[in-house]
């Protein structure tokens, strides 16, 4: 059974970097069949793709995050990661990872097979 875990801190002040961690177990990140993806919604809107990791360890990312966005991962691990930087009370929102059926990562949603339950981080002083 595959299962994805968040962690990281719910508060963090403006300006400063979020940093948060996806903790997978039954499945290898390194797998080539399957891509990782950050996803986050906030409050009373939709859902918006951060980025993607790829089994090679390649990256994409969501054009309008991508200057603040790095997506990394720790294989001996086999948890990926998210830092957000410069973040504004604008980026309080539920973070969720997933799993990404296209190996390149399609960001749709209808591909992602495996969802963790989401954590919320709120920006605030």
């Known amino acids: 059974q595959v299962q994805l875990q968040e962690s990281g801190p719910g508060l963090v002040k403006p300006s400063q970097t979020l940093s948060l961690t996806c903790t997978v177990s039954g499945y290898s990140i390194t797998s080539v069949y399957y891509a990782w993806s950050w996803i986050r919604q906030p409050p009373g809107k939709g859902l918006e793709w951060m980025g993607v990791?790829?089994?090679?360890?390649?990256?994409l990312y969501n054009p309008s995050l991508k200057s603040r966005t790095s997506i990394s991962r720790d294989m001996t691990k086999n948890q990926f990661s998210l830092q957000l930087d410069s973040v504004t009370p604008e980026d309080t929102a539920v973070y969720y990872c997933?799993?990404?059926?296209?190996?390149?990562?399609?960001?749709?949603?209808?591909?992602?097979?495996?969802w963790g339950k989401g954590t919320l981080v709120a920006v605030s002083s």
């Open positions: 997933a799993r990404d059926m296209d190996p390149v990562g399609s960001g749709r949603y209808d591909d992602m097979d495996y």
């Open positions: 990791i790829g089994g090679d360890g390649s990256t």
